[in-house]
């Protein structure tokens, strides 16, 4: 009850949250130029007050609304640590007279309080958030909050559990109906540390949802996306628990805010997220662009940057005796397909060049190890051709394999081959390394490729823009599918696939090696030709035809993972091409 | 000094009674028969229960006579165990150290044997006798598609063979051909039982002068006089056929030919047909069989399965030998048989068989897979005056085992001179 000589003022409630004390009540003043609280020696000021419209005080006093002030106040007050139950004592400075008021501190646990303020929650809720950013105010915001369900009538929304992307953010998806534009603010949060993570509503970008859709028929108009996905780029985000203790809050136009609890992410090592973000997307839904460059490329590559590397524990084995200096190293990564060694060898074998060559195959998977190595055994037998095997215990990825394996190379040039390459002639190798050591300014030296059938696979990478894939050049291989004819003539190109790459192992070295930011495979090559390039290397395609039994296991349409990751590892290539890359042609 | 020869087969007779493994262990026979010759057999078992732990080897109980434990795949006829070629093998040889290696397969004994003997032995001679197509064509080395129509795909083009049997990749069939070819590469010499089968792997990259023609002689027995008359002294002609019945020997086309024979003719021909094998085949194709069996007339006769050498003996009761074939053979042995007891020979028009039967000479071609044209051919032999003499004595010998050794031992020599 006010007291007699001061403006009558009332406490309604007052509690202490993580960012303060927040006293809500009412005072019969029209402005209010300080406000103390004093709970026992403890004083501060409030860093925050709002006043809104209180009707009932209004009818209480007679008060016509129009000409007087609007009674309702809610203050925060940066005093931390007070326990349920302190006595606390506000004092307003106002231009008129003073007010006080004195008050119980309630219990934030008890359903009560959140349930008296909650009734009064129309009339603050508004206010506040149009006053103040509602970041700042979360503590509250979040218990004044009530799950999203029926009562939020047509809106509704869903977020599916988040993916750390490294230590530099959150990927999260999910979906919104909002018919009538009710949403403000779609906060992701930590309930542990109280970090507001971000507003996913700023952020996301919009996908379809099929599912979502269909369960809100009449409710969505034709056009919208229910779904999102959204990158938040934030510190800290693989510490402990962060991923387990998220909510998220949204805050409506009204001033309504409705949580949800997310469920913890299950843990995911660096390749299961990246699959993870993969399929959170298709390829030929729309702003594919924006999620590529905005979302999903940026996550992807901060997961892969931070997934932790230890170096690999390498197993050399050393069939027959290898040459004494080779001038020459040929590096075979094995992926899946290990019987390919056989097919190599039986060619090898009798190619009396091959003697002097350095031949080290690389098993890129632990899956073959023991059964490759046991047949590499068998076939060294057989076919008496010195060779060396890596192994380790993880797929590296075939840009990893060919670094492992080029570290330990003797040779002056490496040959980077696939281990489905087949040469058409014996003395392929030495052809290939006069073509390196002869063509001018020569940096790498790819080759013809040819398929099965005879035609030409690959003579040159060239760089396309590709419509359907939002515009990123992709490498395309021009004359591909087309008869070969032979002309014995080098050219200079922009690229060449690392399917048979030929480079000196020091520019090899210089450069860093192929690019293991690729995952699994892809790119690599383009990108290492282009790094080449800008060091005033020249990139030639050689005429020296070899056979290539690349299988169509992957088509530009499509959506596995796998597709998906040839995307990603394009607009990464994309990202890190000289400007003028790409021809207009 | 004697020559070593190793003969190294995919099977032996004692076990299996191929072609190909009565061809090796008769040469094997054979050479060991000359003073200037010391033959060894290398033949490979796929009987589990006959082999030792921790050798590959067995023997027979006789000189110079041992088991393989093999084992391949069908597609690259790689060993399934290739410590045993390059360890074991390897052995053998430098226990033997031929002059001469002559396989006479690569199935079974595993594809990689011809590089451990370049290995192990870099002077030795390998000889290798094609008997089929099967390093051309993975159907069974038949050349036959699976649509049913022959193949002329000697190159083993892999987008052909893809298009014919879709389970493998075009890839896999450039690997496979590729493998067999780096292999192949290693021999010194082949041997091909007929000029058509030469032909074939000339086109599939042999070189033509790597491949001499020399037929699998068999030993040899008196030919029967040629008497200008049949067998039967009745007027009715005597057809048979032997055989392994499967799909490729044409023995549904011979039916079909029989049951289109007019009425008045069926009293004139009767066909016997001895052999077996058809348990191993589709159900499909052995009820077919059945079916054409039951309606036929009771001039055709099934006649079971026969041995070897009671074929001399059974092919006596006859004027005809059929040979019905729908793939192209390469020289079968029934002809060799018909040939050495002077009986006329019909055959289909096309490969091998068309090679050692001369039409109208000591036989008769019909159209391959035509039941019409055989019954065709059929009716002339039943009406056509003095055929069968006329044909009969056109008959020659075919090759025996000793010529065949004779021109094997020359190869042999030139071969090792220039090695």
Same mark, same amino acid.
């Given at each position: 009850?006010?007291? #007699?000589?001061?403006?009558?003022?009332?406490?309604?409630?007052?509690?202490?949250?993580?960012?303060?004390?927040?006293?809500?009540?009412?005072?019969?003043?029209?402005?209010?130029?300080?406000?103390?609280?004093? #709970?026992?020696?403890?004083?501060?000021?409030?860093?925050?007050?709002?006043?809104?419209?209180?009707?009932?005080?209004?009818?209480?006093?007679?008060?016509?609304?129009?000409?007087?002030?609007?009674?309702?106040?809610?203050?925060?007050?940066?005093?931390?640590?007070?326990?349920?139950?302190?006595?606390?004592?506000?004092?307003?400075?106002?231009?008129?007279?003073?007010?006080?008021?004195? #008050?119980?501190?309630?219990?934030?646990?008890?359903?009560?309080?959140?349930?008296?303020?909650?009734?009064?929650?129309?009339?603050?809720?508004?206010?506040?958030?149009?006053?103040?950013?509602?970041?700042?105010?979360?503590?509250?915001?979040?218990?004044?909050?009530?799950?999203?369900?029926?009562?939020?009538?047509?809106?509704?929304?869903?977020?599916?559990?988040?993916?750390?992307?490294?230590?530099?953010?959150?990927?999260? *998806?999910?979906?919104?109906?909002?018919?009538?534009?009710?949403?403000?603010?779609?906060?992701?949060?930590?309930?542990?540390?109280?970090?507001?993570?971000?507003?996913?509503?700023?952020?996301? #970008?919009?996908?379809?949802?099929?599912?979502?859709?269909?369960?809100?028929?009449?409710?969505?108009?034709?056009?919208?996306?229910?779904?999102?996905?959204?990158?938040?780029?934030?510190?800290?985000?693989?510490?402990?628990?962060?991923?387990?203790?998220?909510?998220?809050?949204?805050?409506?136009?009204?001033?309504?805010?409705?949580?949800?609890?997310?469920?913890?992410?299950?843990?995911?090592?660096?390749?299961?997220?990246?699959?993870?973000?993969?399929?959170?997307?298709?390829?030929?839904?729309?702003?594919?662009?924006?999620?590529?460059?905005?979302?999903?490329?940026?996550?992807?590559?901060?997961?892969?940057?931070?997934?932790?590397?230890?170096?690999?524990?390498?197993?050399?084995?050393?069939?027959?005796?290898?040459?004494?200096?080779?001038?020459?190293?040929?590096?075979?990564?094995?992926?899946?397909?290990?019987?390919?060694?056989?097919?190599?060898?039986?060619?090898?074998?009798?190619?009396?060049?091959?003697?002097?060559?350095?031949?080290?195959?690389?098993?890129?998977?632990?899956?073959?190890?023991?059964?490759?190595?046991?047949?590499?055994?068998?076939?060294?037998?057989?076919?008496?051709?010195?060779?060396?095997?890596?192994?380790? *215990?993880? *797929?590296?990825?075939?840009?990893?394999?060919?670094?492992?394996?080029?570290?330990?190379?003797?040779?002056?040039?490496?040959?980077?081959?696939? @281990?489905?390459?087949?040469?058409?002639?014996?003395?392929?190798?030495?052809?290939?390394?006069?073509?390196?050591?002869?063509?001018?300014?020569?940096?790498?030296?790819?080759?013809?490729?040819?398929?099965?059938?005879? @035609?030409?696979?690959?003579?040159?990478?060239?760089?396309?823009?590709?419509?359907?894939?939002?515009?990123?050049?992709? *490498?395309?291989?021009?004359?591909?599918?087309?008869?070969?004819?032979?002309?014995?003539?080098?050219?200079?190109?922009?690229?060449?696939?690392?399917?048979?790459?030929?480079?000196?192992?020091?520019?090899?070295?210089?450069?860093?090696?192929?690019?293991?930011?690729?995952?699994?495979?892809?790119?690599?090559?383009?990108?290492?030709?282009?790094?080449?390039?800008?060091?005033?290397?020249?990139?030639?395609?050689?005429?020296?035809?070899?056979?290539?039994?690349?299988?169509?296991?992957?088509?530009?349409?499509?959506? @596995?993972?796998?597709?998906?990751?040839?995307?990603?590892?394009?607009?990464?290539?994309?990202?890190?091409?000289?400007?003028?890359?790409?021809?207009?042609? | 000094?004697?020559?070593?020869?190793?003969?190294?087969?995919?099977?032996?007779?004692?076990?299996?009674?191929?072609?190909?493994?009565?061809?090796? %262990?008769?040469?094997?026979?054979?050479?060991?028969?000359?003073?200037?010759?010391?033959?060894?057999?290398?033949?490979?078992?796929?009987?589990?229960?006959?082999?030792?732990?921790?050798?590959?080897?067995?023997?027979?109980?006789?000189?110079?006579?041992?088991?393989?434990?093999?084992?391949?795949? %069908?597609?690259?006829?790689?060993?399934?165990?290739?410590?045993?070629?390059?360890?074991?093998?390897?052995?053998?040889?430098?226990?033997?150290?031929?002059?001469?290696?002559?396989?006479?397969?690569?199935?079974?004994?595993?594809?990689?044997?011809?590089?451990?003997?370049?290995?192990?032995?870099?002077?030795?001679?390998?000889?290798?006798?094609?008997?089929?197509?099967?390093?051309?064509?993975?159907?069974?080395?038949?050349?036959?598609?699976?649509?049913?129509?022959?193949?002329?795909?000697?190159?083993?083009?892999?987008?052909?063979?893809?298009?014919?049997?879709?389970?493998?990749?075009?890839?896999?069939?450039?690997?496979?051909?590729? %493998?067999?070819?780096?292999?192949?590469?290693?021999?010194?010499?082949?041997?091909?039982?007929?000029?058509?089968?030469?032909? !074939? %792997?000339?086109?599939?990259?042999?070189?033509?002068?790597?491949?001499?023609?020399?037929?699998?002689?068999?030993?040899?027995?008196?030919?029967?006089?040629?008497?200008?008359?049949?067998?039967?002294?009745?007027?009715?002609?005597?057809?048979?056929?032997?055989?392994?019945?499967?799909?490729?020997?044409?023995?549904?086309?011979?039916?079909?030919?029989?049951?289109?024979?007019?009425?008045?003719?069926?009293?004139?021909?009767?066909?016997?047909?001895?052999?077996?094998?058809?348990?191993?085949?589709?159900?499909?194709?052995?009820?077919?069989?059945?079916?054409?069996?039951?309606?036929?007339?009771?001039?055709?006769?099934?006649?079971?399965?026969?041995?070897?050498?009671?074929?001399?003996?059974?092919?006596?009761?006859?004027?005809?030998?059929?040979?019905?074939?729908?793939?192209?053979?390469?020289?079968?042995?029934?002809?060799?048989?018909?040939?050495?007891?002077?009986?006329?020979?019909?055959?289909?028009?096309?490969?091998?068989?068309?090679?050692?039967?001369?039409?109208?000479?000591?036989?008769?071609?019909?159209?391959?897979?035509?039941?019409?044209?055989?019954?065709?051919?059929?009716?002339?032999?039943?009406?056509?005056?003095?055929?069968?003499? !006329?044909?009969?004595?056109?008959?020659?010998?075919?090759?025996?085992?000793?010529?065949?050794?004779?021109?094997?031992?020359?190869?042999?020599?030139?071969?090792?001179?220039?090695?």
């Amino acid at each position: 009850m006010p007291s #007699a000589g001061v403006a009558p003022c009332c406490i309604d409630a007052a509690v202490s949250l993580a960012d303060g004390l927040w006293i809500v009540g009412w005072v019969l003043a029209a402005d209010i130029k300080s406000t103390t609280v004093t #709970a026992g020696t403890t004083r501060g000021d409030a860093d925050l007050i709002v006043r809104y419209w209180r009707q009932d005080v209004a009818d209480h006093f007679g008060i016509e609304r129009g000409n007087r002030p609007l009674l309702g106040f809610v203050v925060r007050v940066p005093v931390h640590g007070l326990p349920p139950k302190s006595a606390i004592e506000l004092q307003f400075q106002t231009s008129e007279s003073p007010a006080t008021a004195k #008050a119980e501190l309630a219990d934030p646990a008890q359903t009560d309080f959140a349930n008296g303020l909650r009734a009064q929650w129309p009339l603050i809720g508004p206010a506040l958030i149009r006053a103040h950013d509602p970041v700042g105010l979360m503590p509250l915001l979040r218990l004044m909050a009530t799950p999203i369900g029926d009562r939020f009538g047509k809106f509704q929304f869903f977020v599916e559990p988040a993916i750390s992307t490294g230590n530099e953010g959150l990927l999260v *998806n999910g979906w919104a109906v909002d018919p009538d534009r009710e949403l403000r603010h779609l906060y992701l949060s930590c309930s542990r540390t109280g970090r507001v993570l971000g507003d996913l509503a700023t952020h996301w #970008a919009r996908t379809p949802r099929a599912d979502v859709s269909e369960r809100h028929v009449g409710t969505l108009t034709v056009g919208q996306d229910p779904g999102f996905i959204a990158w938040l780029p934030c510190s800290g985000t693989s510490d402990t628990g962060v991923t387990d203790h998220l909510y998220a809050l949204a805050v409506l136009k009204d001033g309504r805010i409705a949580r949800q609890d997310i469920k913890p992410s299950p843990a995911l090592g660096p390749m299961a997220s990246v699959q993870h973000v993969l399929r959170l997307f298709t390829e030929s839904q729309p702003r594919l662009g924006d999620i590529l460059e905005s979302h999903v490329g940026p996550a992807i590559d901060a997961i892969w940057r931070h997934r932790t590397r230890s170096e690999p524990r390498l197993a050399r084995q050393d069939f027959g005796s290898a040459p004494a200096a080779p001038d020459i190293s040929v590096i075979v990564p094995l992926y899946g397909r290990y019987d390919f060694m056989r097919h190599q060898l039986a060619v090898f074998a009798d190619d009396p060049a091959m003697e002097r060559v350095e031949l080290i195959y690389v098993i890129d998977d632990p899956n073959i190890t023991t059964p490759a190595l046991q047949l590499a055994e068998e076939l060294s037998g057989l076919f008496r051709l010195p060779f060396s095997v890596i192994s380790y *215990n993880e *797929n590296l990825g075939f840009a990893g394999a060919n670094n492992v394996a080029a570290r330990i190379a003797r040779g002056r040039v490496l040959i980077l081959l696939n @281990s489905d390459v087949m040469p058409v002639k014996p003395g392929w190798a030495p052809a290939l390394a006069e073509q390196l050591a002869s063509l001018p300014e020569a940096g790498i030296v790819g080759t013809t490729l040819l398929y099965e059938d005879g @035609s030409l696979q690959h003579a040159g990478l060239q760089l396309r823009r590709l419509a359907r894939w939002a515009g990123l050049p992709v *490498n395309i291989h021009p004359g591909k599918g087309l008869s070969y004819v032979s002309t014995g003539q080098s050219r200079q190109v922009s690229g060449v696939t690392a399917a048979c790459m030929t480079i000196h192992r020091k520019l090899y070295q210089e450069l860093g090696g192929l690019d293991e930011g690729f995952i699994l495979g892809d790119f690599e090559d383009s990108d290492m030709c282009f790094r080449a390039s800008a060091k005033g290397h020249k990139i030639y395609c050689a005429d020296v035809p070899m056979y290539h039994l690349e299988r169509q296991s992957q088509s530009l349409a499509g959506d @596995s993972w796998k597709h998906k990751v040839t995307l990603y590892n394009c607009w990464r290539h994309s990202k890190r091409l000289p400007a003028n890359a790409v021809t207009s042609k | 000094m004697k020559r070593k020869v190793l003969v190294v087969a995919h099977g032996h007779p004692d076990f299996s009674k191929g072609g190909a493994e009565i061809a090796a %262990y008769t040469l094997f026979q054979e050479l060991n028969r000359r003073d200037d010759c010391e033959a060894w057999l290398l033949a490979a078992n796929g009987i589990a229960g006959l082999q030792h732990t921790g050798t590959p080897f067995s023997a027979r109980p006789r000189e110079r006579e041992m088991l393989f434990a093999g084992g391949t795949d %069908y597609f690259l006829f790689s060993a399934n165990n290739l410590s045993h070629l390059t360890q074991d093998f390897a052995e053998l040889l430098r226990h033997i150290q031929p002059d001469v290696v002559h396989f006479h397969h690569y199935a079974v004994v595993g594809i990689e044997m011809l590089r451990v003997v370049r290995n192990t032995l870099p002077n030795a001679v390998i000889v290798l006798t094609l008997h089929e197509f099967l390093a051309i064509c993975n159907r069974n080395g038949q050349m036959l598609k699976s649509n049913g129509s022959l193949c002329r795909n000697a190159e083993a083009d892999p987008a052909e063979c893809h298009a014919c049997m879709p389970g493998r990749s075009p890839q896999d069939y450039f690997l496979r051909r590729q %493998y067999i070819r780096s292999f192949f590469a290693l021999v010194d010499q082949f041997v091909a039982p007929s000029q058509f089968l030469k032909e !074939r %792997y000339v086109t599939w990259g042999l070189p033509s002068d790597r491949i001499s023609v020399i037929e699998n002689g068999q030993p040899s027995q008196p030919m029967p006089h040629a008497s200008g008359t049949r067998a039967s002294t009745a007027t009715a002609h005597r057809f048979a056929f032997f055989g392994q019945i499967t799909p490729y020997k044409g023995l549904e086309v011979l039916l079909q030919a029989f049951s289109q024979l007019p009425k008045a003719d069926q009293k004139l021909a009767r066909l016997d047909i001895f052999g077996g094998g058809q348990e191993m085949f589709e159900k499909e194709f052995q009820s077919r069989i059945e079916q054409h069996l039951e309606s036929a007339h009771r001039n055709v006769q099934y006649r079971g399965r026969y041995a070897p050498e009671d074929f001399g003996r059974l092919v006596a009761t006859v004027d005809w030998v059929i040979v019905p074939s729908i793939w192209w053979e390469n020289s079968p042995l029934v002809i060799q048989e018909a040939r050495l007891h002077s009986k006329p020979v019909i055959c289909g028009d096309i490969g091998g068989m068309a090679e050692k039967v001369r039409h109208g000479h000591d036989g008769l071609h019909f159209q391959t897979g035509s039941a019409a044209a055989l019954a065709e051919t059929l009716q002339r032999c039943l009406h056509e005056p003095d055929l069968w003499g !006329r044909l009969q004595s056109g008959i020659q010998a075919p090759p025996s085992i000793e010529m065949t050794a004779d021109d094997l031992n020359r190869l042999y020599a030139r071969r090792h001179q220039r090695a």
